[in-house]
């Protein structure tokens, strides 16, 4: 059942609550029950649908790989110096701890760029000649702390997606449970006195549903983890 499947149906059970009202009260079935299950429709509509958190997650991921290629361009610009100055097999070039630069996972790159303005703050000196400057390091040190910001802005991104997937889950399946008991007592209620208002009570259209080759239970939970 879709999202908006689930609170049209939160609907209509409201609106039958309302009409048989005098038959549901002798089955516990009050105002209070309505009112539950309305504010669980309202708390329902209000919650941030996977889309939404999908483009969070989306637009955090873009930025973190805008600053990420930003902090490589940076460190490849003082490497290139640090070839010139002390060949790529000396100890003060191993010193930068670049090798396999484009295959560094985001925290990994992260620390990289920490090391690298750390030895070239160290070795300035000894680079001037090759155009390194404080201006470059100082470029570096700003990029990286960027990217640092933006990983920690993509992992809560991710994680609030997650804490609200599990969270839409349980909310999707009180309101389903809620919806299935009201149902439940008006099918037994209607089945012998009216078929017109048995048949309001019908979840699905269990002939259609045949047709199609679909399954239908009625008590299933209809809310799922979603794959990304």
Same mark, same amino acid.
């Given at each position: ?10 609907? !209509? ?15 516990g079935i009050t105002e209070a029950t309505k009112t539950e299950i309305l504010n669980l429709?309202?708390?329902?509509? #209000? ?17 973190? !790989? ?74 570096? @040190? ?12 993509? @992992? ?28 439940? /007592?008006?099918? #037994?209620?209607? /089945? ?37």
């Open positions: 059942m879709s999202f908006g499947d689930l609170s049209g149906r939160a609907g !209509n059970c409201i609106s039958l609550m309302t009409r048989d009202a005098i038959e549901m009260a002798k089955y429709r309202t708390a329902w509509n #209000n919650y941030p649908s996977d889309e939404e958190l999908k483009g969070d997650v989306g637009t955090a991921v873009e930025e973190c !790989n805008a600053a990420e290629d930003q902090v490589k361009v940076s460190v490849r610009e003082i490497m290139l110096r640090a070839k010139m100055g002390f060949g790529l097999n000396s100890a003060k070039y191993r010193q930068f701890g670049t090798k396999g630069l484009n295959k560094m996972d985001a925290d990994a790159l992260n620390r990289c760029g920490e090391r690298v303005v750390s030895v070239a703050t160290l070795l300035l000196g000894e680079l001037a000649n090759q155009g390194l400057t404080q201006a470059m390091i100082d470029e570096l @040190n700003g990029f990286n702390t960027t990217f640092e910001a933006k990983i920690r802005k993509k @992992n809560a991104a991710d994680k609030a997606r997650d804490g609200a997937t599990e969270g839409r889950i349980k909310l999707g399946n009180d309101l389903y449970k809620k919806i299935c008991e009201v149902f439940d /007592v008006g099918k #037994n209620y209607w /089945v012998t006195r009216s078929e017109a208002k048995f048949n309001d009570y019908i979840m699905y259209d269990k002939k259609k549903a045949k047709v199609t080759g679909t399954a239908v239970k009625e008590k299933k939970a209809v809310v799922k983890k979603k794959k990304s």
